[in-house]
Nanobody
Framework: QVQLVESGGGSVQAGGSLRLSCVAS????????MGWFRQPPGKEREAVATLYTGGAPPYIGDSVKGRFTISQDNAKNTLYLQMNGLKPEDTAMYYCAASYSVYCRAAVSQFDYWGQGTQVTVSS
């Protein structure tokens, strides 16, 4: 059974940094496409970044490009999202997602498994 457990969220001031972690069990990180999504209150879930190291360069959403970095540690079976230069508009629940595809698309429908989410709140 696949489980994804996120951690690292919290409350920070604008300009601050956070690193989100997603530990997978029952699933091999690095073998298929994984990603980070976020869902602000009252809005739809949107892709932040996706990664499959055996394929195209990572996808990074336009709103976070230059500030967020997606990476993985296969030995720890963990996916990361480094978030720098945080802005109040980055406030959202952040979700880790895993697929059984080597083709990464920045779409909710691409992914088969989801974590429970970790809250990120950025104050001005």
């Amino acid at each position: 059974q696949v489980q994804l457990v996120e951690s690292g969220g919290g409350s920070v001031q604008a300009g601050g940094s956070l690193r989100l972690s997603c530990v997978a069990s029952g699933y091999t990180v690095g073998r298929w496409c994984m990603g980070w999504f976020r869902q602000p209150p009252g809005k739809e879930r949107e892709a932040v970044a996706t990664l499959y190291t055996g394929g195209a360069p990572p996808y990074i959403g336009d709103s976070v490009k230059g500030r967020f970095t997606i990476s993985q540690d296969n030995a720890k079976n963990t996916l990361y999202l480094q978030m720098n230069g945080l802005k109040p508009e980055d406030t959202a629940m952040y979700y880790c997602a895993a697929s059984y595809s080597v083709y990464c698309r920045a779409a909710v429908s691409q992914f088969d498994y989801w974590g429970q989410g970790t809250q990120v709140t950025v104050s001005s």
